[in-house]
């Protein structure tokens, strides 16, 4: 309630074992919202074993899952299921605004990541929308021979060489009809040896913040989870106007631009799946 309050705070994350007053934890939720303040909760006690554990450390009953779930949709809860996403929806509650949609386009160096790509999205029921053919000539003039050319798109050596071209080819699926938001296959660079990742990113940023800003929110997703340095860190605060999350958050992130929406009718929530 006094993070809701807080001039300070965008975004509150909570960590939460059991909730003793629910109609206290009602009244900060709805000042928050009423404040324009997202909420993301972690929520433990998924299973019964889970449930006892807590009770035997806080010594509060912790409820079930679904039915915090349940209370958190009505309030407008973000409900995440691990730390990793927890930290991500955070990051992307932040930096990505409102989301105009939950078609997600991708711009990848790496043939061996649009694979997992695909795999993962039929594994969680998620499909990539269709290029606009018009997107599809100007890629393919581009691209040429070593890139494979599509969604998620392969740049390959061309677009992995030359910042210029992946520059384009971003401005280009950003463009297309049928894509609402843009994720770009780039990590922060741990040290200052990573001359190439920084380089794309301050790129990436550039395109989000200049003189002729893409059309879609845009971030950059890394090919696995890492520990950050103070590098990093440092190079993170001057990418404004970019979300960058860790592994492949493409799945979770279609069921957040789905709610993510303007809507003054009602409070919305999600859940990362």
Known sequence: ???ATDEGTEVIGCFIE???DIGTFREACELAAANGKRVVVLKVGASPEGRKAALAHTGSV????????ALAAELGVVVVHTQDELVDAIELLLNAGVLPGPRIGVV?????LKDLLMDYASQQGVSFPRLDPATTEALDALLGAGSSVGNPLDTGFPGLSNPDIYQRCVRLVAGDPNIDVVLVQEELPRTAAKVREERYLR????????????????????????????HSRAIRRELPGIFVLQEFLVFRLESVADVLQEDEAKHHTFVFR
Not at 108 to 112: A, D, I, L, Q, Y
């Open 1 to 3: 309630k006094y993070l």
């Open 18 to 20: 059991s909730i003793k």
């Open 62 to 69: 912790v409820g079930s899952l679904r039915a915090f779930e």
């Open 108 to 112: 990848s160096h790496s043939g061996g």
């Open 203 to 230: 790129n990436l940023s550039g395109l989000a913040r200049g003189e002729d800003p893409l059309p879609k929110p845009v971030g950059a997703m890394s090919l696995s989870s890492y520990s950050l340095t103070d």
